[in-house]
């Protein structure tokens, strides 16, 4: 059961988050940018984004199957190398740990990545881990099955 609407309780944080979301979304290529958000998502056991972030590429013409193995993306050979690197990018700012990004995932990605795209790739990530945060804590509930 969804604990509360944080739109409601707190609509200023709420929308300055959207703010985010909008900057991100107009910066960072679509494609990308879903598999960012369902990486992430994955990452951290956050179903709700799972859902919407599955079903809005696929709604954007994304294959299933790609969309699949982005569970696996290291062994899969789906991925080109920009999205290799924008998924172990995601991977290490998710998962944060005590001596931050590895130069060798921030090496990769700024090789393929221009300096601004770059930025806002890693502002996406941080976006859809605040994303995720907020719908884990507050349990937001799927939407009914269709």
């Not at 890693?122 to 009914?144: D, K, Q, S, Y």
Request: glycine residues 4%.
């Amino acid at each position: 059961m969804q604990r509360m609407n944080v739109a409601e309780v707190a609509p200023g944080a709420f929308q300055s988050v959207m703010g985010l979301e909008k900057y991100v979304r107009a910066n960072v290529e679509h494609t990308v940018l879903e598999l960012v958000k369902l990486r992430a998502s994955m990452l951290n056991g956050c179903a709700y984004c799972v859902d919407m972030h599955s079903q809005e590429a696929l709604g954007t013409g994304e294959s299933s199957r790609r969309l699949f193995a982005v569970a696996t993306w290291r062994e899969a050979p789906f991925f080109d190398e920009r999205e290799r690197a924008a998924l172990a990018l995601t991977d290490a700012v998710t998962r944060l740990g005590e001596h931050g990004v590895p130069d060798d995932v921030w090496d990769a990605a700024a090789k393929v990545w221009p300096e601004k795209a770059l930025a806002d790739l890693v502002l996406a990530i941080a976006t859809i881990n605040v994303w995720n945060r907020i719908a884990v804590t507050f349990r937001n509930e799927l939407p009914a099955d269709d």
